[in-house]
């Protein structure tokens, strides 16, 4: 007899210890289930996606037959069905959409808590929609105090979650609420970011369009060149401005800083200086115009470094006035060298009077004027490109805008540019 009762013992030991085990596997499974949910959350930003691999998941590893997400439509107080697996009619589909009180799921947001229909069937009043399921429960999902939508999930069988269930739907839910809230912020800082690309695009179609179409066609010069922004738009701008004595007025400057509020400045300016081209031939007196106008209005922490050119193509003759910009590069006699003229502060920061420069080109000379994005142009080992790589490339034959944005290019290997590339070479032909 004794005999048999530690049998009887040792077997219920055994049996519980069965059971033991069985449960620490069932709370192992689910916490799998909540640490795969947190996972999915901080690794899929597309919300529909997200929320359906949340929903399979769970009724899967749950046990129960259909799970649906809602979210709640302030401005037409309605819930639209985001995510849905287990249902094969044509009502519960991903899109359908309940107004108020219709369906059950409007008495959890009015009550503002979960609420667990043991057997669905037993609450007549409450079932506006087709269920074919029996047990059913409705837990809100809450971001900053407010309901935004509503985690369902319904079993065939009546009383079909378990209290243990159901604190693991909840806790699912809190997640889903999170990442709701997360999708929320991505989809609109998503839609911020294409408006700012699509406005940027516009706005480099119009910086564009400011630029010279074509080299201006005149006597004993050949005139080009080229620009090339950093960002979507840029500081940098060089024009040529067609004078009433028959001239030409060649501009090159570069706006401090980058970005749209270094495009607005130079869009400024080269209205002002058009202006002004147009009745000041001088590039002195046109560059100490355009500073008494610009400095009142130009940011303190903004200004314009720039270089003009007059070019009379009867005698060959450039007049060129500086503004804090770098000196031009002459090809000549298969040598290139700085021009060290006599340079002013630049545009917008005091009134200056600025000196001129004169000089009469020959046959086969080259007049180079760029923006310090070439020689500061800098490669992977943060090396620059430098005033002494600059004139190996235009001491060239064959040097030429072309040849030099090329050298750049190459010495940058790939890394992208930290300033426009601007350049603009001016050869007597």
């Known amino acids: 007899m004794l005999q048999t009762n530690s049998k009887i013992k040792t077997n219920r030991k055994t049996i519980e210890e069965s059971v033991l085990s069985n449960d620490d596997l069932f709370y192992q499974k689910d916490f799998m289930l909540v640490q795969r949910v947190v996972r999915r959350i901080n690794s899929i930003l597309d919300l529909k996606e997200l929320l359906n691999q949340i929903i399979k998941d769970a009724s899967k590893t749950l046990g129960f037959e259909k799970c649906g997400v809602l979210l709640y439509d302030e401005k037409a107080n309605e819930f639209e069905l985001v995510a849905v697996t287990g249902w094969e009619d044509k009502v519960h589909q991903v899109g359908a959409r309940f107004k108020e009180n219709v369906g059950v799921v409007w008495r959890a947001f009015h009550k503002q808590k979960s609420i667990y229909y043991p057997d669905i069937y037993e609450f007549p009043d409450e079932i506006h929609c087709d269920f074919t399921s029996r047990s059913h429960i409705d837990i809100p999902l809450i971001s900053k105090g407010k309901i935004i939508g509503i985690f369902n999930a319904q079993h065939n069988n009546v009383n079909g979650f378990s209290r243990h269930k159901i604190n693991v739907l909840k806790a699912l839910a809190a997640h889903v609420s999170v990442a709701i809230q997360n999708a929320k912020l991505y989809e609109r800082e998503k839609r911020e970011k294409e408006t700012i690309l699509r406005d940027l695009k516009e706005a480099r179609e119009i ?23 950093s960002k979507e738009v840029g500081g ?48 002195a007196k046109l560059l100490q115009k355009v500073n008494e106008l610009l400095t009142p209005d130009i940011p303190s922490s903004r200004f314009i470094t720039m270089v003009y050119a007059v070019v009379d193509p009867a005698t060959r003759e450039v007049t060129i006035a500086n503004a804090g910009h770098p000196h031009p590069v002459l090809y000549s006699n298969c040598e290139a060298k700085f021009l060290k003229t006599k340079s002013g502060l630049p545009l917008g920061i005091k009134e200056f009077p600025y000196p001129e420069y004169n000089l009469t080109m020959e046959k086969g000379n080259k007049l180079f004027l760029y923006s310090d994005g070439v020689s500061e142009a800098m490669n992977s080992q943060n090396e620059m490109f430098d005033d002494e790589r600059l004139l190996v490339s235009l001491k060239k034959n064959n040097a030429s805008y072309e040849t030099l944005y090329q050298d750049v290019k190459t010495f940058i290997a790939g890394n992208p540019p930290s300033d426009d590339l601007t350049i603009v070479s001016l050869e007597v032909v």
């Open 207 to 229: 910086q564009q369009k400011l630029f010279p179409k074509n080299s201006p066609k005149i006597e004993n010069f050949n005139i080009t060149g080229m620009c090339e922004p």
């Open 236 to 283: 940098d701008w060089f024009d040529y401005i067609q004078l009433p004595s028959g001239k030409i007025g060649v501009v090159l400057a570069d706006v401090s800083g980058k970005g749209l509020s270094a495009a607005l400045l130079m869009s400024s300016a080269r209205m002002i200086i058009r202006m002004i081209a147009m009745q000041e031939e001088s590039p």
